[in-house]
Nanobody, 119 residues
Framework: VQLQASGGGLVEAGGSLRLSCVASGSTSNINARGWYRQAPGKERELVAGFTKDDRDDVVDSVKGRFAVSWDSITDTIYLQMNDLKPEDTAIYYC??????????????WGQGTLVTVSS
């Protein structure tokens, strides 16, 4: 499984961005996928994601502002970010957990896309 993320950029506070992450390879083996972010000097944290049974969720800090969606046709997961705040500035990564054909669980990351929110 490979992940390719895009869509980051510079935006003013209150603005919006949409991130995209396309999965390729053995995508039918993906158990869960989501968006994470890592701000300067902080650990990487989960922002939003989907489980195998298509349940989605976002963390409390972005509820009401961010929404995650998944296009099963193109195997693309999106993160719509509205009302962005300076504290949302981070490198955003898409990640997935998948199983190999012999049922070994593995994780994979996209390359990260920088989101900068100016005040």
């Amino acid at each position: 499984v490979q992940l390719q993320a895009s869509g980051g950029g510079l935006v003013e506070a209150g603005g919006s961005l949409r991130l995209s992450c396309v999965a390729s390879g053995s995508t039918s083996n993906i158990n869960a996928r989501g968006w994470y972010r890592q701000a300067p000097g902080k650990e990487r944290e989960l922002v939003a994601g989907f489980t195998k049974d298509d349940r989605d969720d976002v963390v409390d800090s972005v509820k009401g502002r961010f929404a995650v969606s998944w296009d099963s046709i193109t195997d693309t997961i999106y993160l719509q970010m509205n009302d962005l705040k300076p504290e949302d500035t981070a490198i955003y990564y898409c990640g997935a957990i998948y199983h190999t054909d012999d049922l070994v669980l593995k994780s994979v990351w996209g390359q990260g896309t920088l989101v900068t929110v100016s005040s």
